[in-house]
């Protein structure tokens, strides 16, 4: 099947997924809900067969809500640029959250510690193991602590690094080097470190990259146009494979 075909399979395929997760949310118990307040107040009524995106809160210290112009820029240029239904308003969602397995796509980055207790961890391997998907991008400062993490989250699994020729890297836009560099940080390539669940990526943390930086608006990091191209290219990759593989 060719790449235009697979792309635009999505909106087939959105409510199938999203059966998935609503079903093991059956099993995750009643928390506090977060949603973003244009949806308490009733006045915002998206598609319900929407993609749609949260960002997740997490523990640890780090600042998870770096960037808050980044994940409305990244859904306005996937509804602009692919055949993809999508809601445009980010959510915001802790690992406990009653309406967390509502959400196949958690977003998360920031600089420093990002921790998860051990009841967290419970619930995240049942939202991983349920079709949910979880992309970490480390604005500066994540790795050596959530590398940790995410060896203790599965630690049946390896952490492995994806190699170029993955299809997170090729299912919508081509990246044939792997993932592109947006900040320079440390003078060290950019790399995609992953978990695989049954031959499927289900945790994606991309490290001495930042797309998430790249997301954001022009004037606050001046990046240039291509570099922000690059960047908004590889989280419709990442988000591509998170749905249809």
Known sequence: ??????KCLLPAVLSVLFIQVSVSAQVADKAGVM???AYLSGQYH??????KVA???????????????????F???LRDNTCFPVDTLERQVSIMDADLFRYPFLFATGHGVMLF???EKERLRKYLLGGGFLFVNDSYGMAKTFLKEMRSLFPEREVVELPFDHPIYHCFYDFP???????????????????????RVVLYFLVESDIGDGWEDPQVHNDPPEKRTEALRMG???????LLY
């Open 1 to 6: 099947m060719g790449k235009m075909s697979l």
């Open 35 to 37: 949603p973003a307040q």
């Open 46 to 51: 998206p598609d319900p067969s929407s993609i």
């Open 55 to 73: 960002r997740l809160h997490y523990s640890g210290g780090g600042d998870w809500y770096w960037g808050g112009s980044s994940v409305p820029n």
């Open 75 to 77: 859904l306005r240029y």
């Open 117 to 119: 207790s051990v009841e």
């Open 177 to 199: 080097k792997g993932p592109p560099k947006i900040h320079e940080h440390d003078g060290k390539p950019p790399r995609g470190y992953s978990i695989i669940l049954n031959g």
């Open 236 to 242: 419709v990759n990442i988000l591509t494979y998170a």
